[in-house]
């Protein structure tokens, strides 16, 4: 059974760094993809980074490339998006998502949020000026 919880959102100025949590538990390190995905009031929720078990890799949007980091805890099952120089449009609600690797990942996996089977609850991001 999968559950994934968020927890490190907060308000913070503009160029701020924060890192958002997500433990995770009945996902084994390489039966499951792991991403952090982003949603505003009124819009589409998007993928922000993910990282592929099989084989190994990371995606960024690239919205947030060379400002996020995504970093998977295989031994505390914990999966981390570290953020830096942080600007007002990332203001949203970070969810925490999982899928079983061995579907497989293509040019859509970060896109799509259908594909992706397990989700957090989320926690909030506000950036102001």
């Known amino acids: 059974h999968v559950q994934l919880v968020e927890s490190g959102g907060d308000s913070l100025q503009a160029d701020g760094s924060l890192t958002l949590s997500c433990t995770t538990s009945?996902?084994?390190?390489?039966?499951?993809?792991l991403a952090w995905w982003r949603q505003t009031p009124g819009k589409e929720r998007e993928g922000v980074a993910a990282?592929?078990?099989?084989?190994?890799?990371?995606n960024y949007v690239d919205s947030v490339k060379g400002r996020f980091g995504i970093k998977r805890d295989d031994v505390n099952r914990i999966l981390y998006l570290q953020m830096t120089n942080l600007k007002p449009e990332d203001s949203a609600m970070y969810y925490c998502?999982?899928?079983?690797?061995?579907?497989?990942?293509?040019?859509?996996?970060?896109?799509?949020?259908?594909?992706?089977?397990?989700w957090g609850q989320g926690t909030q991001v506000t950036v102001s000026d």
């Open positions: 998502a999982a899928r079983f690797s061995w579907l497989g990942r293509g040019p859509d996996t970060l896109r799509d949020a259908t594909l992706w089977d397990y």
């Open positions: 009945g996902v084994t390190p390489v039966g499951y993809d």
């Open positions: 990282t592929f078990a099989r084989p190994p890799a990371i």
